[in-house]
């Protein structure tokens, strides 16, 4: 739900008034989530999650956007951006933590209340403290644009998640396919209207395009290699939930901490060599995840994981950085609502792609069940074929762990071949200048 609505509600965010609507999302998200906790049956608690995927479809693109007005110093802006990237990429990973320590104190429900109390305070403080913010002569939304955008986006990533849960079958397939078709209608209407839903100009700026095959490789990336190596350790390594989340803290205090310097990078480096080096970062901790087995390998988890994540923090800070210093204030949430689009679209893609090949190949190892759940349970007691079904499955893991590393270096290439290109441009055009005023 919140990956079909992130550009419309950013839009409208602009449109309406960004507090507005942060203050909106936040109320529907709190109400969502009290009803999930508190959900009488199953259909119940389907109802109040997507509920729940509105109102995180207003948070997102509004309070980035609203650091663009609060901060229109470049250097400010990049700061308070990563400190939200922090926070976001930070909560992210220490949810699982605390959902862990919910559970085995107390009920189900739990795990939804998390975010009320923070919710209280944002709807408490943010009519105090937070300056509206609107842009001034924008048309109304197109309707039609909307319902497209809409339409293509929840087929399709539903789609590529349920290929990913079930494998590929037909449903899957039409929807994918019905999906793409109107996204495809989508873009060629943007292209007539005077005021774009998607703002397709964005695309011509290549650090911009840069920063949403960032986003969504990055994200591809890690959603496979966080889905691979959480079974990993319950299920090979044989530990419990809580005690696997306890293992990704490392990783979650690098993401926090270099998504708050990641801006200090940028300004060192620049934005692209800031990319080539967090990518690299990240396929290099994704690389290192190749000595963990059957036999053991915390140790290398551990390592690859954070070196992995000091990558990753920089990354998202620097996308979330170009997505709102690409465009004026007043268009701040149409293009945040793009680049957030692309990390839901990422994390979609990794769980279906890289984890359908990691299944692919394990059930290529043997006579084994769907997933390494079902065989553990079906063959408890005979260690030889659970050593064989361990064995095949870290086999899986690897080469999707392998696909992930390849792809980050070839965003890294990109994203220094896009720089030469501009380096280039510039020299030419100086170097024709100079011999102009020698004429």
């Not at 109400?31 to 049956?41: C, D, E, Q, Y």
């Not at 803290?249 to 080539?276: H, K, Q, W």
Request: proline letters at 3%; one cysteine or more.
């Amino acid at each position: 739900m919140i990956a079909g609505l992130l550009i419309t509600m950013g839009n409208l965010g602009d449109r309406i008034g960004r507090r507005n609507i942060l203050l909106a999302g936040a109320t529907v998200f709190g109400i969502a989530s009290l009803l999930a906790a508190f959900a009488p049956s199953a259909d119940v608690l389907i109802a109040a999650r997507a509920l729940m995927g509105v109102g995180g479809a207003t948070l997102l693109p509004s309070s980035l956007a609203l650091i663009s007005s609060l901060f229109p110093d470049a250097r400010a802006r990049g700061t308070a951006i990563g400190i939200w990237t922090a926070f976001f990429a930070g909560g992210s990973a220490v949810g699982p933590v605390i959902g862990g320590l919910l559970l085995h104190k107390f009920w189900w429900g739990s795990i939804f209340l998390i975010n009320t109390p923070v919710l209280l305070v944002l709807l408490a403080l943010g009519p105090l403290l937070l300056p509206e913010h609107r842009s001034a002569g924008r048309g109304p939304l197109d309707p039609v644009s909307v319902i497209m955008s809409i339409g293509g986006i929840l087929p399709l990533v539903y789609a590529v998640k349920r290929a990913a849960a079930e494998g590929v079958d037909a449903v899957s397939v039409v929807l994918g396919l019905a999906g793409v078709a109107v996204l495809v209608a989508f873009v060629r209407r943007q292209r007539t209207l005077a005021e774009p839903l998607l703002d397709l100009s964005l695309f011509r700026r290549g650090l911009f395009r840069v920063a949403i095959g960032s986003s969504t490789v990055g994200m591809m990336s890690l959603a496979g290699m966080s889905y691979l190596t959480s079974m990993y350790l319950q299920s090979v390594a044989g530990r419990d939930v809580l005690g696997a989340a306890l293992l990704g803290i490392p990783a979650a205090i690098a993401v926090f901490v270099c998504s708050m310097g990641g801006a200090r990078v940028a300004r060192r480096l620049g934005t692209r060599g800031s990319f080539v080096l967090a990518l690299s970062a990240a396929a290099v901790g994704n690389l290192l995840l190749l000595g963990i087995g059957v036999d053991g390998g915390i140790g290398w988890y551990i390592a690859g994981s954070t070196i992995a994540g000091l990558g990753y923090g920089i990354v998202f800070t620097l996308v979330s950085e170009v997505a709102v210093s690409s465009v004026p204030a007043e268009r701040a949430g149409s293009a945040v609502g793009i680049s957030e689009t692309s990390f839901e679209l990422g994390n979609a893609l990794g769980l279906s792609l890289l984890g359908s090949l990691a299944a692919l190949v394990f059930r290529s190892g043997g006579e084994f069940a769907d997933t390494l759940g079902e065989t553990l349970v079906r063959h408890r007691g005979d260690a030889a074929v659970i050593h064989a079904a361990q064995s095949s499955f870290v086999t899986g893991m690897h080469t999707a762990l392998v696909v992930g590393a390849g792809l980050l270096i070839m965003m890294a290439v990109t994203a220094a071949a896009t720089s030469g290109r501009r380096r280039r441009r510039a020299n030419a055009v100086d170097a024709a200048s100079a011999a102009a005023g020698t004429r």
